[in-house]
């Protein structure tokens, strides 16, 4: 199992009453970038948190770097980069503090300088993380994620609140760790992202994991019928070459409002949440 | 792998970082107890004679008052406080070990204690003509009742972080308790002239005995007169601590949470 990552089977999970996870099955490789996608209330950050090792779960097996998150100790923390959402503490430290501190919680850290350097706060290293933008303390987040030089990097929506510039560098970094061989789990709720990073996506809905695959695979479970519209009409077919043909024929040359439609991601994704509900 | 003692050291320096970057936290807390002094010393100062005033036996009352200020009430509540605002849960991620989490908040609770204690004994000196003690034996005292102290009251502290369910409510919990122990411990009223009923809640919690064993740190024998049982039972002290240290300890160990309800 040493190419194996991340093993998850049967996975629950519930909150009082209310059932959060009803049986996540999920792997994950070594050295691949996994994202997880899914809708508000899905169960993403659940299931992260318990990967994580930062909550208990009710059943199900779980290992991690081949360890069970729930009994892990200090080197296998060191090992795992956590970057969750929201937090709002550290506010009197400065940047170049507060990364600098938390190096010193690992065996072979990164150097800090660099760390603040590949998430783009340089020039802001000396001011009180209190004091940035809300973007830019997702960014000291995602600093002291990686700080400690992770085999497996979590990330829990990443790029909310980042501008398109920020999202783009960000995804630049993810990229550079992913060629240094990290494994990288991450949910998001931008489909693009998952697009642009993911060597594989997970779709969780209603506490399931839907499907798992690449983003082709994907098209390609949810039937890859093309949709063409005109003037007169709309069809969807896996043949849309044949019938723009048909078409031609029949208006006699230039077929009046023509319109041939590859299903994006996001379609998938939007067919595939609303099948579940 | 860092050691914890290592960690725990990097943890107190960032501590008093924090502390020391509000300023009106800093003012306010480094002066409580000076402050509680006037107050008490401007109120009550009758001499009781050989150079002793009720202003040295409030003196040393408050600097154990002060120590339950710092390491209950302040530590306590800044730790339910990082509860709720997640700083407990980033922690988690990281390989940094708990115990060196709660050596950082012990190291900035002695470091604010020292300075307090400093700044009201000296005001005692100045304006109140306290005598502190020329003897090793009297400081030797005064050093073990101050860590035996603050370890007990932070322990204290940590472990009604975990029992109060936000932020808010740790505030204003230890707050109140904080206060009324303050009564019934003799801290703000003359020791012996306690009711009855008050002194027997006051002598169940340690505020009482840390209080007493200050006093005997700090004034002369003579005090002694000022004590319900006329003496001041250092042995009692000692154990009645210590109690409540171990009781602390376990509390800790049971009550302690890295995430709150509202941090899920």
Same mark, same amino acid.
Request: proline share 5%; no cysteine.
């Given at each position: 199992m040493s190419d194996t990552a991340i093993r998850v089977e049967g996975l629950t999970k519930r909150?009082?009453?209310v059932k959060v996870l009803h049986g996540v099955d999920l792997t994950v490789h070594k050295g691949e970038t996994l994202a997880v996608l899914g809708p508000n209330g899905a169960g993403k950050t659940t299931a992260v =948190?318990? &990967?994580?090792?930062?909550? $208990?779960?009710? @059943?199900g097996e779980v290992s991690v770097l081949g360890v069970d998150p729930a009994k892990a100790g200090r080197?296998?923390?060191?090992?795992?980069g956590v970057v969750?959402?929201?937090?709002?503490?550290?506010?009197?430290?400065t940047v170049a503090e507060t990364v600098r501190h938390f190096a010193g919680y690992y065996p072979d850290p990164r150097d800090p300088a660099e760390v603040i350097e590949a998430v783009g706060l340089t020039e802001h290293a000396r001011r009180r993380v209190g004091k940035l933008s809300g973007g830019q303390r997702r960014r000291v987040?995602?600093?002291?994620?990686?700080?400690?030089?992770? =085999?497996? &990097?979590?990330?829990?929506? $990443?790029?909310? @609140?980042?501008?398109?510039?920020?999202?783009?560098?960000f995804w630049e970094l993810i990229r550079l760790l992913s060629g240094e061989g990290t494994t990288i789990l991450l949910t998001t709720h931008y489909l693009g992202e998952a697009e642009a990073l993911a060597d594989r996506v997970a779709v969780i809905a209603s506490g399931v994991v839907e499907a798992v695959g690449t983003v082709g695979?994907?098209?390609?479970?949810?039937?890859?019928?093309?949709e063409v519209t005109w003037r007169d009409g709309a069809e969807r077919t896996e043949e849309p070459t044949a019938l723009v043909t048909k078409l031609a024929a029949h208006y006699g040359g230039e077929v009046p409002g023509l319109n041939v439609r590859r299903p994006s991601l996001e379609d998938v994704y939007l067919a595939m949440i609303k099948e579940q509900n | 792998m860092p050691?914890?003692?290592?960690?725990g050291l990097s943890r107190g320096l960032m501590e008093i970082r924090d502390f020391s970057r509000d300023i009106g936290q800093v003012m306010f807390t480094f002066s409580f107890p000076a402050l509680l002094l006037l107050m008490l010393g401007g109120i009550y100062d009758q001499h009781l004679g050989d150079g002793l005033n009720l202003s040295h036996v409030f003196a040393a009352s408050i600097a154990a008052s002060a120590i339950v200020s710092t390491s209950f009430v302040n530590l306590g509540g800044s730790i339910a406080a990082e509860r709720d605002d997640g700083t407990l849960k980033r922690l988690r991620t990281t390989p940094m070990p708990k115990v060196s989490y709660f050596m950082g908040k012990i190291i900035l609770v002695l470091v604010i204690s020292v300075v307090e204690l400093a700044l009201m004994l000296g005001l005692a000196v100045l304006l109140y003509d306290m005598k502190l003690p020329t003897d090793a034996g009297h400081w030797l005292r005064l050093g073990w009742l101050f860590l035996l102290g603050v370890t007990c009251w932070s322990l204290l502290g940590m472990a009604a972080s975990g029992l109060a369910r936000s932020a808010r409510s740790a505030a204003i919990i230890m707050s109140v308790i904080y206060t009324l122990l303050g009564f019934v411990s003799g801290v703000y009223i003359v020791p012996g002239s306690i009711p009855p009923v008050m002194a027997d809640i006051g002598a169940v919690f340690p505020l009482k005995w840390l209080a007493q064993g200050f006093r005997s740190a700090l004034l002369p024998d003579l005090a002694q007169a000022q004590e319900a049982t006329g003496s001041w039972e250092l042995g009692r002290v000692a154990l009645v601590l210590l109690g409540w240290t171990v009781a602390g300890l376990v509390l800790c160990m049971m009550t302690f949470r890295w995430r709150s309800a509202r941090t899920r």
């Open positions: 909150f009082g009453d =948190e318990i &990967l994580a090792g930062l909550g $208990p779960r009710d @059943g080197a296998w923390r060191a090992r795992v969750m959402q929201s937090a709002s503490d550290l506010a009197t430290l987040d995602v600093a002291l994620g990686i700080i400690g030089r992770p =085999e497996l &990097l979590f990330l829990d929506e $990443p790029t909310t @609140g980042f501008d398109p510039e920020a999202r783009q560098r695979e994907l098209r390609a479970a949810a039937g890859d019928l093309v | 050691g914890t003692v290592t960690i």
